[in-house]
Every structure is written in C-alpha cells, then in structure tokens.
C-alpha cells in the first residue's frame, strides 16, 4: 500500500509547547523518511529525516521518533515559537515502477499562538 | 548555487486555455518532479523527468503533459483547462532522481476562471 496517512489536519499550540505531528505507513519497504516544511508563498523545504535502523532523530529543537514495528514515525517541536507556523508533510521513499520516489503525507498546517 | 526557479510565479486563465509552465532546476541536478497543491489535497504528484525521459507518472489526466529539455529544465503543460486546475504548481529538482532530497522552488499560483 503506498501510502502515508498524517495527522492532525490542523494543529494549533500555545508559544513554548510541544507540537506533534504523527503518521503511518503500511509498506515495510519504505526506507527513508523525511518531513517537509513550508511557509506560505514558499515551496516545502526539507527539514529533518530519519531511516528504519533509527529510533530517534534529533536536530535542535524538531525531533522525529520512529516505531518501525508500528509503522508509525512523528515529528516533534520542542519550545513551538511562532516562526514555526507553516505546513509539515510527512513523506517515505518507496521503490516505484522503475526507480525510487517520495510517497507524501497530505500536511499539518501548524500553528504557534504567541 | 542558484534554487529552483519557476516561471511564471502567478497566471491567470480561462476555462478551455492552455498554459505551460517553466522550472529551471538547480544546476547539475538531472531530475525535476512536479507537483499540484491544492487546500487540502496536499501535494499531488504529476510526474517526473529525468534525463529527457519521463520516469514516473502520477494518477492525473491526459491534459496534463510535460517534457524536458537537454539542459534539464522542464515544461508542463494543461490544456482544456478546468476551474479544479486552480493551484499552486510546484517543481522540484534533485541530483539523480533517488528519492532522497528535493529541492523545491516557489511554485506558480495558476487561477482559472
């Protein structure tokens, strides 16, 4: 099955919460992992990724956790400031018809009440 | 070394027009992909080039075509086009197509009325 379902749709955190976005996969051939970020007007920049073999990936305050026997891996914002609101997709790589390619989430629209 | 560029970034149409967009990869990147983001409807894959020859496909219709070039920029192109063809178009370019990183540009806002 590919695909990866992200929720929530929409998420609204007070300034110096933590925000968590979580999604799910199905295809255990997925090998990699990344989240997306982008602000309005922009297009989505990558932001942290993680693969299989890793439970946690830390990179200053956005943390992904991967549950490979729950097919489950989340994005998670320590300290959420304002300058974090934009949308995150979750995506997987995933070996298509003849080469590798990203499977996406359909994106969290994040944002940080100050 | 220069991002994705898209051109143009906004354009306005008709129903029944066609429209071509252009996406100026980074340099020394071989695949481009393209993508429509609708509210709601996340990013949509359309397709993607590599090397001049389309690799993948994804699940849109005929009216949707694109092409690329010898220099690795690319085309898309809708023709007939339809008010559910309002979106942001977006293109994204990465070294060799392995499904690691893309790179995206600012994307081109296409409004149809």
């Known amino acids: 099955q590919q695909q990866v379902k992200q929720s929530p749709q929409s998420l609204i955190v007070q300034k110096g919460g933590i925000s968590i976005i979580n999604c799910a996969y199905e295809?255990?051939?997925?090998?990699?992992f990344p989240w997306y970020q982008q602000f309005p007007g922009k297009g989505p920049a990558l932001l942290i990724a993680?693969?299989?073999d890793v439970s946690e990936k830390k990179e200053g305050r956005f943390t992904i956790s991967f549950n490979k026997s729950a097919k489950q891996f989340s994005l998670h914002i320590m300290d959420s400031q304002p300058g974090d609101s934009a949308t995150y997709f979750c995506?997987?790589?995933?070996?298509?018809?003849?080469?590798?390619?990203?499977?996406w989430g359909a994106g969290t629209k994040l944002i940080i009440k100050p | 070394k220069a991002g994705v560029t898209q051109t143009p970034r906004y354009l306005i149409k008709t129903r029944g027009q066609q429209v071509t967009l252009s996406c100026s990869p980074i340099?020394?990147?071989?695949?481009v992909s393209w993508y429509q983001q609708t509210p709601g409807q996340g990013l949509q894959f359309l397709f993607e080039?590599?090397?001049?020859?389309?690799?993948n496909k994804g699940n849109f219709p005929g009216r949707f075509s694109g092409r690329q070039f010898s220099n690795s920029r690319s085309e898309m192109n809708v023709s007939t086009l339809e008010l559910g063809d309002s979106a942001l178009y977006l293109c994204?370019?990465?070294?060799?197509?392995?499904?690691?990183?893309?790179?995206f540009g600012p994307g081109t806002r296409l409004t149809v009325l």
């Open positions: 994204a370019s990465s070294p060799n197509g392995e499904g690691y990183t893309q790179y």
């Open positions: 340099s020394g990147h071989r695949s």
């Open positions: 080039y590599f090397s001049e020859t389309q690799r």
């Open positions: 295809n255990t051939a997925f090998d990699y």
């Open positions: 993680i693969r299989p």
């Open positions: 995506a997987a790589r995933a070996l298509g018809d003849s080469n590798y390619q990203l499977i």
